[in-house]
């Protein structure tokens, strides 16, 4: 029905008595009432006594009856309603006067009234049901231009989702089909419709259960060759003589096509073991036949690029499922592996030895998503990014599991709904997934099952929608009066007031959550009763109930807060397990982000550093932890301005060799007896990478909304004191010439995401806007409509230049080309800084003179340029500030010159973001930054270059089209030209360094022959006595992490050992044997052989930060530990190995001769050392796990385990 509004009965004056009035008012209720129903539950419709199922008699369904419709009123927009609802394309006519003969049940509905754009007949208006003046022979009709897509089917109940009740989706209700006549022939139609392969079975009698629904179609008579059941013949829509005991089913013999597929246990998405998903399970492929030809189908199934490798025998270990598929055999043109040929599914004869594998080029992508038409960026119309274009996801199967991964992707909380039917609008591209079925656990849509892309049976009136909680801000929290700050009374922050939590319910879910919330590892115990002492602030929560896996506090049940019944002296407590993680740290209020006072996060919120004691040790581990270089000097008394959060940190003391400020010596966390006037600063020397910008939503890549990349997200700028000086560094950033303007107020539209910066004041010689000065990052007043923008005057090409007549092509007089012609350049006010720049644009290395008075002979040409002013730091000479083309008061005697030193280094590059070193995108290295080229006539020649550069053989690619996903940062190169002969690629012509046309959609790369294993990665020993004995530490993605202990052992260590040439591997130990690491934990679960050369070569889990602990942090001991010299000084670490079921403790020395210490019995006579961490002495070596013979400087002791 439509709105309520135009049902109302018209308004009557009555001058009765108020029973009447009463009367009135109750039929008023009841026919609301009945308009509710009608809203809620959409009647089914059908079209009877036509020529086909889009043209006939309308009737629909009420009380279980059907009926027609009055053609009073009945228009073309009304018709439009019904093929919509009806799946039946356009309406071409609303024929009245019974067109299609008169009907013989109720009338239902008269005066229908649609607009043309409802959904739904019921939604339009109209009289209430079985209200009407007319008779059949008035019944309406609607002819339709018929749709060519078939009718939806589905078979439900069943074991899969080719088995089941079948079900067929009409006037948009699903009905069932009665089985009289079904056969084998109907139910082939419905496995083929389906991609479900041959049909098994055609079982009846409601095999599958009773459906609810209308039974829409009966009589049914197929002939084997329709390709949908809607095709076949059967009696009108919902005329039937049946129940739904009769309903009819269908068994098909296989999945639909084409089967889903997967890599697993490599080191990305784009390899691994293959497994295919065939009758509700995931199996293995036997690699008898298999080569790079059906390597190759599995790539581009996956959206994994080319095929590189089709590895035998197990390579990326043996699955232990079914094996289904084997003597696979493919031509390369098959769409999905599934589609090749082999015997038949299950059918085999290997075992899981023989696994087959696959490494390809590319590295599979997440799937980009988003909400849109929502009310907020948490909730709107689904759609996805492929193939270059947004496209939207069908409602079919969609419900909250599946709305779940979204949110979870987005980062918006939990899933609030999963409304289909367009709720957010229909979208108008592509439809690209249609039957999405997540399992729930998926981190990406990307991971759950759906229909391949672009193969649907759907329109944009069932585009699928999500509705997530949000993101909201936690409490922030922190811990006082224990003995670490991952000890004592928990403390809430809530209305700008720490307050206490009552111990009622109090346990150790609540404290594992306070830990996780301050990264302080487990929780050891949960003291209630003011263990702590007692508080002296609000009491904020009472009955505290987490289920343990809340990210924070405030998220858990609760009463509201400052609701309690209880005093300070059950203020509840925890003891947590560890000191927490390194605590971020941020510079605010200086120049750039490598000076300024200093901040940490902690408990949430971000607080300052008081500046007692503050010294120079204590800036020099800021500056290291920030990666801005050396610390130049310290700043107190709130030098660069007083903070407003909590004063963090008190009396702190540095060595200078921690490796994060929280590592260092300081009071107990939000103790301290300062002022925000007391507010401590650092300078540091180096200036990090710029934040990348962009410009969005202009005409061009030069013009548009300003946005800036922090923390993985983009965000926009207030328009807050905005003006051309700050829009001139964007321009500069970015390539795009000078600032034309400057417009605020979301001039280019209104962003989505976070606002970064505000109050962004340059001084307009910045090469970056991350120099500029601006408010702290995520600190703003501001709202969207205030985004700022900027208008760049667009590229422009550098005019080239030249130097003559010197010795070689770096020295000589400088020449520049303007109008097809040569001429030169006067030497008013040339210098140095001049002759930086044509060096430079030369790739002619540093300047060494910049001599006048035409020392290189006078030119004949034209005088182009005179009083050349250069910053210095410019990419040509014509980007200097100058006088007009060929204004000038000069002769040919003032011609400058320039002596450049030399070609400079070769610059180097790097492939990234590949599966191994020798594919990926390409990155040079420019003035300390590294930065992409441009895909513009990137060709093999150019990929060869770089492969040949790099030691990886040949080129057999170049993708463009950021193939291996787009870089950040700036583009160095465009249009580079390479003969392919050159030894390196700065050898190549190009465009000047940062002079180009391009995004990032347009990044180079490029495949070469050599080195298909993985990338080697740094590893190291740490927190031992030597080199070759410690915690196992690797490196990744720059940063250095552990190994988690799980199936860690003599194989793997001996892998270490020899990667790190310390010899032979003489013990694994598992715990955290040599102290706990801080960084993230990289690897788990890494299974070596013992015969590898390099630990990457290794099975184990991919690159990602585990669920262990760094308590179960792997370590290592080599042999070659045993020859490094004596030292002098005890090892800080001195306890006894501990007692195993094999082998009793052993007592290490501790400075003594060893006799009866090691060897437990047998004297090690004359032998002095140090404890090291339970392994004994320096030569003196003993072993938990297997060695059973000690070594004492050469002399070897009796077996005694």
């Not at 709130?638 to 003391?653: C, K, L, Q, R, T």
């Not at 770096?810 to 044509?838: I, L, N, P």
């Not at 910049?850 to 250069?870: E, R, T, Y």
Request: net charge negative; with cysteine.
């Amino acid at each position: 029905m439509g709105p309520l509004g135009n049902l109302l009965p018209p308004r009557v004056t009555h001058s009765g008595s108020l029973a009447a009035f009463a009367g009135t008012r109750m039929e008023t209720v009841l026919f609301l009432l009945a308009c509710l129903w009608g809203v809620a539950n959409s009647a089914p419709i059908r079209l009877a006594s036509g020529p086909s199922r889009c043209a006939g008699r309308l009737e629909v369904l009420w009380k279980q009856q059907w009926g027609t419709m009055c053609d009073d009123s009945w228009d073309l927009s009304d018709a439009m309603v019904v093929c919509r609802q009806l799946d039946c394309g356009e309406a071409l006519s609303a024929p009245g006067l019974a067109h299609f003969g008169q009907g013989t049940g109720d009338i239902w509905l008269d005066d229908v009234n649609c607009t043309g754009t409802e959904a739904d007949l019921t939604a339009c208006r109209t009289r209430p049901w079985r209200e009407h003046n007319c008779n059949h022979k008035e019944d309406a009709g609607v002819v339709c231009s018929e749709s060519k897509k078939p009718v939806k089917l589905q078979l439900v109940n069943g074991s899969s989702r080719c088995a089941g009740r079948v079900e067929v989706l009409y006037g948009q209700q699903w009905g069932t089909v009665c089985d009289d006549n079904w056969d084998i022939i109907d139910a082939e139609v419905v496995c083929q419709q389906l991609g479900c392969r041959t049909a098994l079975s055609a079982p009846s009698s409601a095999y599958f259960g009773q459906g609810p629904d209308p039974i829409w179609l009966d009589d049914v008579n197929c002939k084997g060759t329709e390709a949908a059941l809607s095709e076949c013949s059967a009696k009108p829509w919902g005329s039937h003589n049946c129940v739904h005991g009769e309903d009819a089913g269908v068994v098909c013999s296989g999945f639909a096509e084409p089967a889903p597929l997967r890599l697993v246990n490599g080191l990305t998405h784009c390899s691994g073991r293959v497994e295919v998903f065939y009758g509700q399970r995931w199996g293995t492929v036997c690699d008898d036949g298999w080569d790079l030809v059906e390597a190759e189908v599995v790539c581009k199934q996956l959206g994994c690029g080319e095929a590189l490798l089709a590895p035998h025998g197990a390579y990326f270990g043996q699955g232990s499922g079914p094996i289904w598929l084997d003597d696979v055999s493919c031509t390369g043109t098959e769409a999905a592996l599934s589609q090749c040929r082999d015997p038949s599914w299950g059918s085999r004869n290997c075992g899981h030895g023989e696994d087959a594998g696959v490494v390809c080029t590319g590295f599979a992508e997440l799937l980009p998503v988003r909400l849109v038409n929502g009310s907020s960026h948490c909730s709107g119309r689904v759609e996805v990014f492929h193939e270059q274009q947004w496209g939207t996801v069908c409602d079919d199967s969609w419900d909250l599991t599946d709305a779940q991964v979204v949110c979870r992707q987005l980062g918006c909380g939990t899933a609030v709904s999963a409304p289909g039917s367009a709720w957010f609008g229909q979208g108008t591209d592509q439809i690209w997934l249609d039957d999405v079925n997540c399992a729930g656990a998926e981190t990406i849509l990307h991971e759950c099952w759906a229909k391949p892309w672009g193969d649907h049976n759907c329109n944009h009136g069932e585009d699928a929608g999500v509705e997530c909680s949000g993101v909201t801000e936690p409490a922030p929290v922190w811990l006082v009066n224990g003995l670490n700050h991952c000890a004592g009374r928990v403390e809430v922050f809530h209305e700008q007031q720490w307050g206490t939590v009552c111990d009622d319910d109090w346990d150790r879910a609540e404290a594992s959550v306070v830990c996780r919330q301050l990264g302080c590892g487990a929780a050891l115990s949960a003291p209630g009763s003011a263990h702590f002492g007692q508080g002296s602030d609000p009491i904020w929560l009472d009955n505290v109930n987490c289920a343990g896996n809340e990210a924070a506090l405030s998220e858990c049940k609760a009463e509201t807060w400052g609701s309690h019944n209880r005093k300070h002296g059950e203020d509840a407590g925890v003891v947590c397990s560890d000191i927490p993680r390194i605590a971020p740290l941020r510079l605010v209020n200086g120049p750039n982000r490598c000076s300024g006072r200093v901040e940490v996060f902690y408990g949430q919120q971000w607080g300052t550093v008081c500046d007692d004691y503050w010294d120079i040790s204590n800036a020099e581990v800021v500056c290291w932890q920030l990666g801005c270089g050396t610390a130049l000097s310290i700043a107190a008394s709130a030098h660069f301005g007083e903070g407003s959060g909590p004063i963090w940190m008190d009396d702190v003391n540095c060595t200078g060799s921690e490796i994060a400020l929280s590592k260092c010596e300081t009071t107990l966390w939000g103790v301290h007896n300062c002022s925000h006037g007391e507010d401590a600063g650092v300078v540091c020397l180096g200036v990090p990478e710029p934040a990348p910008i962009r410009l969005v939503n202009g005409s061009n890549i030069c013009s548009g909304r300003i946005e800036v990349f922090h923390e993985q997200q983009w965000g926009t700028i207030c328009d807050d004191s905005w003006d051309l000086t700050d829009a001139q560094v964007v321009c500069r950033q970015l390539g795009c010439g000078t600032a034309v303007s400057a417009p605020g107020s979301a001039r280019f539209g209104p962003g989505t995401k976070r606002i970064w910066l505000d109050d962004v004041n340059c001084a307009g010689a910045e090469n970056a806007l991350s120099d500029c000065q601006a408010r702290s990052w995520g600190d703003h007043n501001c709202n969207h409509g205030e985004d700022a923008g900027v208008v760049c005057s667009g590229v422009m090409e550098p005019a080239p230049v030249r130097l003559v007549n010197g010795p070689n092509r770096c020295a000589g007089r400088v020449e520049v080309f303007h109008e097809q012609q040569w001429g030169t350049v006067c030497d008013d006010d040339w210098d140095r800084a001049e002759a930086s720049v044509v060096c430079r644009q030369l790739g002619c290395g540093a300047a060494l003179s910049a001599p006048g008075s035409a020392h290189f002979g006078q030119g004949s040409d034209p005088i182009w340029l005179d009083n050349v002013n250069c910053a210095g730091n410019e990419a040509a000479l014509s980007e200097c500030k100058a006088e007009t083309w060929g204004s000038h008061n000069c002769k040919h005697g003032e011609d400058a010159g320039v002596v450049c030193s030399g070609t400079p280094e070769v610059p180097p590059v790097r492939l990234v973001n590949g599966p191994t070193c020798c594919a990926g995108r390409v990155e040079v290295l420019h003035s300390q930054q590294w930065g992409m080229i441009c895909d513009d006539t990137w060709d093999l020649s150019d990929a060869a270059v770089v492969c040949q550069q790099l030691g990886c053989g040949k080129a057999m690619s170049a993708p463009g089209s950021a193939y291996f996903g787009q870089g950040f940062g700036r583009i160095w190169l465009d249009d580079v030209k390479c003969s392919g002969k050159e030894s390196a690629l700065s050898e190549c012509t190009a465009r000047p360094w940062g002079v180009h046309n391009c995004n990032h959609g347009e990044d180079a790369g490029i495949v070469c022959s050599g080195n298909f294993h993985p990338c080697p990665f740094p590893v190291r020993l740490a927190g031992g006595p030597g080199r070759c004995a410690g915690r196992v530490e690797v490196q990744h993605g720059g940063q250095w992490g552990t190994i988690c202990d799980d199936d860690w052992g003599l194989p793997d260590a001996a892998v270490v050992c020899r990667q790190l040439g310390c010899g032979d591997a003489l013990a694994a130990p598992p715990g955290a044997w040599f102290g706990e690491g801080l960084g993230p934990i990289w690897l788990n679960g890494l299974r070596c052989r013992g015969t590898e050369e390099r630990l990457v070569l290794c099975r184990h889990r991919g690159w990602r930060p585990h669920v262990c602990a760094h308590e179960e942090d792997a370590s290592a001991v080599c042999s070659a530990h045993r020859f490094q010299p004596l030292g002098t000084n005890e090892h800080p670490w001195t306890p006894t190995l501990p007692p195993t079921d094999t082998q009793p403790p052993v007592t290490a020395c501790t400075g003594a001769a060893c006799t009866g210490a090691v060897c437990t019995g047998k004297a090690c006579t004359g032998v002095h050392g140090q404890s090291v961490h339970g392994y004994g002495v320096h030569g003196c070596s003993t072993h938990r796990y297997g060695v059973h013979s000690y070594e004492c400087m050469g002399k070897v002791c009796t077996d005694t385990v």
